[in-house]
């Protein structure tokens, strides 16, 4: 069993920006394939970013170049550092574990609850 807790959404201007935390217990830290996925209303749950075993990193085009994902192996804690916020990145955020490094959540087996990031213009 994994457990994930996110914390640090909230309300922010477009330009701005945020840096979401998820701790997970259950599991050797350093081992695990950790993601970061979205939704919106109405929409399917998307990719955002992975920090997989390897190690190796992944984005998803629409966040390349503003998102970070990084780890503290010290702490158990998975990090989204996201600048330059849009209005497209109104979501909420979800951190993942999985077996396999992937950028479909099917593929994810454990999940956090979620944070909701609201950036307004």
């Known amino acids: 069993q994994v457990t994930l807790v996110e914390s640090g959404g909230g309300l922010v201007q477009a330009g701005g920006s945020l840096r979401l935390s998820c701790v997970v217990s259950g599991r050797t830290f350093t081992n695990m394939n950790m993601g970061w996925f979205r939704q919106a209303p109405g929409k399917e749950r998307e990719f955002v970013a992975a920090?997989?075993?390897?190690?190796?990193?992944r984005y998803a085009d629409s966040v390349k170049g503003r998102f970070t994902i990084s780890r503290d192996n010290t702490k158990n804690t998975v990090y989204l550092q996201m600048n330059s916020l849009e209005s497209g990145d109104t979501a909420v955020y979800y951190c993942?574990?999985?077996?396999?490094?992937?950028?479909?959540?099917?593929?994810?087996?454990?999940w956090g609850q979620g944070t909701q990031v609201t950036v307004s213009s």
């Open positions: 993942a574990v999985g077996s396999i490094p992937s950028s479909r959540f099917s593929e994810y087996d454990y």
């Open positions: 920090y997989w075993s390897g190690p190796n990193t």
